[in-house]
């Protein structure tokens, strides 16, 4: 099912022994456009302010109740590692974020409650220059968007496939040639993200779009 993206914002997340956080951005690999983290803001009950928590560790997301539900205590989500979403998230960063979390599928038994046999914190490396591929979602925000023929317009969002947590689609609004309309254009037909230039380059030209 597709919905905003922005809709997640402010979403509630429950864990095991009651709320932990909102969500406030998320972490996608910007080769697939695939998301694969949360960024939870935990400024109400934790002197750090954001954590990050892996999608697949959503059991239940409910959109009329804006709430999303974890596997997982207030405690594992505070010993969960947190990255600078304002930089990339860095190879080493990402490995650590999954030795912390480990295999879901393995250590989450949805037939029962989530034990605590997870690790109470980790060390993880600082960043460093790596293979660089998980981004800000909300960094992204603002970016031009250009096609082979010229400007197109400024991003304004994504429209999420929720089964597999895809950004399907780029929200764009348009020039002055589109009237200022906006226009959604799938993320497959993008080329490249240009993060020095600030603008995700297209495969069409603007009459394609």
């Known amino acids: 099912m597709l919905h905003r993206l922005q809709a997640l914002i402010d979403h509630r997340v429950i864990a095991t022994d009651g709320e932990t956080g909102t969500v406030q951005d998320f972490l996608f690999d910007n080769k697939t456009w695939v998301i694969h983290y949360l960024v939870v803001d935990v400024s109400r009950w934790l002197s750090r302010r954001e954590v990050v928590l892996p999608v697949s560790a959503v059991e239940r997301l409910d959109w009329e109740k804006k709430t999303l539900h974890v596997p997982l205590t207030k405690e594992q989500v505070r010993e ?28 989450v038994d949805r037939k029962s409650p989530m034990t605590s046999s997870m690790p109470t914190g980790i060390e993880y490396p600082v960043h460093t220059k ?78 394609g779009v």
């Open 80 to 107: 969960s590692p947190d990255v600078d979403t304002k930089e990339p998230v860095s190879r080493q960063q990402e490995i650590a974020m999954r030795e912390y979390f480990g295999r879901l599928a393995y250590w």
């Open 130 to 207: 790596g293979d660089l591929h998980l981004r800000s979602v909300s960094h992204l925000e603002g970016y031009e968007v250009w096609g082979t023929d010229g400007d197109i317009g400024r991003l304004e969002g994504f429209v999420l496939d929720e089964a597999p947590w895809h950004l399907a689609y780029l929200d764009v609004k348009g020039g002055e040639w589109l009237l200022g309309r906006s226009v959604l254009i799938p993320t497959r037909w993008a080329k490249s993200i240009s993060w020095a230039n600030h603008r995700v380059n297209l495969h069409h030209t603007r009459k």
